[in-house]
């Protein structure tokens, strides 16, 4: 699929006129820089004091990953002009078989962090594996700047349109509750799948696992199964 054909792909649950000036393509080598601090600060609020005093760690890791991730463009930047403002990470269980781990639990394994994430109850967010007709959103970010305004959105439905392009019937992604970003998903189709409990050292978190149909037979079996 060319960078032409996924540029402005339309939108079946909204409405995103007015960033006309805002492209999408697959990662380049030249992009990993920005893509790593994008991922190094959401991973950031994901695992809070985890990581803060692991930096360059956490940075070093998340370029060695997204070295194996430009075979099979599933990761997609962002742009306002030449400028990387956001970010989307894509898997389905072939490209896990090809890149390995995702973004989360390649930080997670080099800071040595896997037995106190699965103690907090956040391991499902970590090795979650899609199943044969899904397509799965590890990560998307936003530059701060550039929060707010719909481009979050697109970023979403770009997704949809490469897992589309994936054949793939369902799109999930995990969300923590609290964020607040849960009535965006929804007005593009999602709807809660699953719920669990993250156990931190001063209070208890609720992260969702948020699921959409993307083909006609995803669309139909969550008819039937109403």
């Not at 030249?30 to 695992?47: M, T």
Request: charged fraction near 25%; glycine fraction near 10%.
């Amino acid at each position: 699929m060319t960078f032409n054909e996924l540029k402005r792909p339309p939108d079946p649950f909204g409405d995103d006129e007015g960033i006309l000036d805002i492209q999408c393509r697959p990662a380049l080598p030249k992009d990993h820089e920005q893509i790593a601090l994008l991922a190094a600060g959401l991973l950031d609020r994901v695992f809070g004091d985890s990581i803060g005093h692991h930096g360059s760690q956490v940075h070093e890791a998340i370029l060695h990953n997204l070295q194996m991730r430009l075979r099979n463009d599933c990761t997609w930047v962002m742009l306002e002009g030449e400028t990387v403002i956001g970010m989307i990470d894509l898997e389905t269980a072939e490209t896990r078989r090809l890149n390995g781990v995702s973004i989360p639990r390649a930080v997670a394994d080099s800071l040595g962090l896997l037995e106190k994430v699965e103690h907090a109850g956040l391991l499902p967010l970590l090795v979650h594996e899609p199943a044969p007709d899904e397509a799965h959103q590890p990560l998307v970010a936003l530059l701060p700047g550039s929060r707010g305004e719909g481009r979050g959105t697109l970023l979403l439905m770009h997704g949809v349109f490469w897992a589309k392009a994936q054949g793939k019937n369902w799109m999930t992604a995990w969300i923590r509750m609290d964020d607040g970003y849960f009535p965006v998903y929804k007005r593009r189709g999602y709807y809660i799948e699953k719920e669990v409990e993250a156990h931190g050292d001063e209070k208890t978190e609720k992260w969702l696992l948020l699921k959409r149909p993307i083909s006609s037979m995803g669309y139909k079996s969550l008819r039937d199964n109403k």
